[in-house]
């Protein structure tokens, strides 16, 4: 399990005032799960993130990862590079690799036959894959997604809420997610936390008892609705806080 344990993250302008980004979060990211941070636009998602996977320092608080596994980030523009093929960007960064196994995660992401191919005209679901393929291989703790779906078509973000939770039921792999869009976390999710911005800070936790196996049905479900309702009402007590609640 990663704990982040009160994170606070303050910047300093050039007139020197300070600005509170994050303050005091605490969290517990749990191994084999995926859990997601759901926010507004402008909280401090992505400096959440950054923090967690070690690219910033926090101001302070501190994360606590266990295991000697990376965390990897994949950003909401996912990286790939369209100089290589699929298999030589999924092996990319690793010292050793084992053939097979990168075949593996390749047909795992939905890119068998693309062994291949270059990367730099496919769509933006394409190279969500192929980032995809590429942390899993580093065998990380955990992978973390910022806003990963905000910038997708609808048929491609179906497609990505299905092959992530997928990937985390045949591999046990960890995921934490930041969205600003409360449908697709509900749907994702086995917890979610709630954070409010300015500054950026945990107001709620919830277990998320939904059924393991989840699909467009699920939208429709009364649990799916009590529990949606239950979110937005939440954020509806506090001023000025807006979610994306947009039904897939």
């Known amino acids: 399990m990663i704990e982040i344990k009160n994170i606070t993250k303050e910047y300093f302008t050039g007139a020197g005032f300070k600005i509170s980004v994050l303050k005091d979060i605490t969290l517990k990211v749990v191994d084999k799960k995926i859990t997601s941070v759901i ?9 959440l993130l ?13 994360v606590v990862n ?33 053939e097979k196994q990168i075949q593996l995660l390749i047909n795992l992401v939905g890119l068998e036959g693309y062994n291949t191919f270059h990367c730099n005209n496919r769509s933006l679901g394409f190279r969500f894959r192929i980032s995809l393929a590429r942390s899993l291989a580093h065998n990380p703790a955990a ?5 990963p779906f905000i910038e997708m078509n609808t048929q491609t973000k179906n497609e990505m809420l299905l092959l992530i ?35 950026g800070e945990i107001i709620s936790e919830s277990d998320i008892e939904l059924s393991t196996k989840r699909d467009e049905s699920t939208y429709s479900s009364e649990s ?25």
């Open 39 to 47: 926010a507004p636009s402008g909280s401090g998602k992505s400096t």
């Open 165 to 199: 939770r997928e990937i985390n039921k045949t591999l046990g792999i960890t995921f934490l997610i930041t969205t600003s869009n409360l449908t697709e976390a509900l749907f994702l999710s086995d917890k979610v936390y709630l954070m409010k911005k300015d500054p």
């Open 224 to 248: 799916f609705k009590q529990l949606r309702n239950k979110i937005s009402s939440a954020f509806e007590q506090i001023e000025s806080q807006k979610l994306v609640n947009l039904s897939i």
């Open 143 to 147: 992978i973390l997604l910022d806003e």
């Open 50 to 62: 950054k923090i967690i996977s070690g690219l910033e320092e926090p101001t302070s608080g501190v």
């Open 66 to 98: 266990p295991s000697a596994q990376k965390i990897i980030l994949i950003p909401t523009a996912p990286s790939s590079f369209p100089w290589l093929n699929v298999f030589d960007n999924v092996k990319f960064g690793l010292n050793k690799y084992v």
